[in-house]
């Protein structure tokens, strides 16, 4: 059984970039989808970027502004943040086995990480 492990957060000031990791732990060919979420203190958890395992095409939501960068490389799915902002405090998730629906829809994930925690101040 697949399972998910988030690493990479951190506090960073505006303007600073992070990457985080989303290592597979098991065979990431197995999944369909992997996404990344975030979760904002007091906020529903929203989609923010999907990529199809087998082709490694991603999506984006489009309010990221092209600040966000989605990757894979050997079982880690990479998410890249420039330009981070203090609304981009959050904790975010990584998510597979897409069940089916839209690909940035929280309910349409049946596997989710622990989520790893972002910080960012003025």
């Known amino acids: 059984q697949l399972r998910l492990r988030e690493s990479g957060g951190g506090s960073v000031q505006s303007g600073e970039s992070l990457r985080l990791s989303c290592k597979v732990l098991?065979?990431?060919?197995?999944?369909?989808?992997v996404a990344w979420f975030r979760q904002a203190p007091g906020k529903g958890r929203e989609g923010l970027a999907a990529?199809?395992?087998?082709?490694?095409a991603p999506t984006y939501r489009r309010t990221l502004e092209g600040r966000f960068t989605n990757s894979e490389d050997k079982g880690t799915v990479y998410f890249q943040l420039t330009n981070l902002q203090p609304e981009d405090a959050a904790t975010y998730y990584c998510?597979?086995?897409?069940?089916?629906?839209?690909?940035?829809?929280?309910?349409?994930?049946?596997?989710w990480g622990q989520g790893t925690r972002v910080n960012v101040s003025t």
């Open positions: 998510a597979a086995e897409l069940t089916g629906g839209s690909l940035l829809t929280v309910v349409n994930y049946d596997l």
């Open positions: 990529r199809q395992t087998s082709d490694g």
């Open positions: 098991g065979d990431i060919t197995s999944t369909n989808w």
